[in-house]
């Protein structure tokens, strides 16, 4: 008897995609998913968990996020220098007058795997403050995020898993 084997991605084979997105007036929580699925590449059907098959993430306008209801103050980050009584919190508010990509950053990474492959997936993650971003040279796709059931497009491909007529 045959058994057919799933097809695994391998670190090589991966064709790596930008893709630009605005995040004014965009909830932080709602963009972090989709930024997320796109770094891990969950959208393809050459998904691997153990690979990283996604794409790179170019976000301007990160400044002008929002939250839903009273998260602005209820929101906090907090971190410990490493000396005793060491703790730091910041609210979300506090957090974006001092370092606004940080709010987006943190939000994706805790979507992430929490091991080696999630901080490399992070990597492909650039966050820029303002309209402007120096990625030009890549040729990012803009994305537009209104619709519950989001995926970016996919490249057109003949005969990738489908019977020639």
């Known amino acids: 008897m045959f058994r057919q084997s799933s097809y695994l991605a391998k670190p090589g084979e991966v064709e790596r995609r930008w893709y630009l997105i605005d995040a004014s007036n965009q909830v932080v929580g709602r963009l972090a998913v989709v930024i997320a699925r796109i770094l891990m590449g969950k959208y393809k059907p050459e998904f691997t968990p153990h690979?990283?098959?996604?794409?790179?993430?170019?976000?301007?306008?990160?400044?002008?996020?929002?939250?839903?209801?009273?998260?602005?103050?209820?929101?906090?980050?907090?971190?410990?220098?490493?000396?005793?009584?060491?703790?730091?919190?910041?609210?979300?508010?506090?957090?974006?007058?001092?370092?606004?990509?940080?709010?987006?950053?943190?939000?994706?990474?805790?979507?992430?795997?929490?091991?080696?492959?999630?901080?490399?997936?992070?990597l492909k993650l650039k966050i820029y403050t303002g309209p402007?971003?120096?990625?030009?040279a890549q040729q990012p796709i803009p994305l537009t995020i209104q619709e519950r059931t989001w995926a970016p497009p996919l490249p057109q491909r003949s005969g990738f898993g489908v019977p020639e007529a």
């Open 51 to 122: 690979t990283d098959t996604g794409d790179f993430v170019v976000v301007v306008n990160s400044e002008k996020v929002r939250f839903t209801g009273k998260k602005w103050d209820q929101v906090y980050y907090e971190w410990f220098s490493g000396y005793p009584g060491g703790r730091k919190v910041r609210t979300a508010r506090e957090m974006l007058q001092r370092n606004p990509t940080k709010i987006l950053r943190e939000a994706v990474r805790r979507m992430l795997p929490k091991n080696k492959l999630g901080r490399r997936m992070l």
């Open 132 to 136: 402007q971003h120096p990625h030009q």
